[in-house]
């Protein structure tokens, strides 16, 4: 019963946020998904040229830096910033996390994959264009929302050394997440292609979209030399 009424008053949220016609397709991908994961995301890119102007007088409260293990392991014992063992996970496999600030008070992080074979979620690993980077994983405290953080690690993370050479950002949004996809375009995304995933949460068939096809986005399936799926690298 209470899951029920949590559900209900999500679905009264979307409604007001976004509409009837949007709140009825996430509760028909929520029943679908009851019985078999089926599920729609949405590759997006955000190039250089499309990156959003910084606002000079929030840019002088804000700055980053690239985290270390140890500020991972002490904000995964705060319990307040969504950093779990995936997340350590992913640190260990060689991809970077970038923390930002606001007036130095820690505020929020985003992810960059750096070996070009990203796992998008359990189960399903891409190959990515190698001219662009894989961002993910964004997080802001509510208190610093508005401050203008998501523009500003976008240009912290192109105008980084080691990714000077990217052309863009490349990255994903589920279909019915309505809030997010706002946010995106708001930012400067723009979607180039749709991945549709069909089956059981642990073994799925994965349709790409032609146009994702053409740029090299495709289905990874390495194995290591124990025979299982081998996680640091394509």
Do not use: D, I
């Given at each position: 019963m209470p899951e029920t009424k949590s559900t209900?008053?999500?679905?009264?949220?979307?409604?007001?946020?976004?509409?009837?016609?949007?709140?009825?397709?996430?509760?028909?991908?929520?029943l679908i998904n009851r019985f078999v994961y089926f599920d729609c995301f949405h590759i997006i890119v955000l190039d250089r040229e499309n990156l959003r102007p910084l606002d000079p007088d929030k840019t002088r409260r804000l700055s980053t830096k690239i985290a270390t293990l140890d500020d991972l392991k002490e904000m995964e014992q705060q319990g307040c910033w969504e950093i779990q063992q995936r997340k350590l996970d992913f640190f260990h496999q060689g991809d970077t996390c970038l923390l930002s600030y606001v007036d130095y008070h820690l505020a929020g992080y985003t992810w960059a994959h750096v070996n070009g074979c990203p796992e998008i979620v359990p189960g399903l690993r891409l190959s990515v264009p190698k001219?662009?980077?894989?961002?993910?994983?964004?997080?802001?405290l509510p208190q610093y929302r508005g401050c203008g953080l998501q523009s500003f690690r976008h240009h912290a993370l192109l105008n980084h050394p080691q990714w000077r050479d990217k052309k863009g950002l490349i990255g994903f949004v589920i279909h019915t997440n309505y809030s997010s996809r706002k946010g995106q375009n708001k930012s400067g995304y723009t979607k180039i292609g749709t991945i549709w995933l069909l089956g059981g949460k642990s073994k799925f068939y994965t349709h790409i979209s032609r146009d994702l096809r053409n740029m090299g986005v495709k289905r990874v399936r390495r194995l290591s030399t124990t025979g299982k799926e081998n996680t640091n690298r394509c």
């Open positions: 209900w008053t999500a679905l009264k949220e979307l409604r007001t946020r976004f509409g009837a016609a949007k709140a009825l397709k996430h509760a028909v991908f929520r001219e662009y980077l894989y961002n993910f994983a964004a997080f802001t």
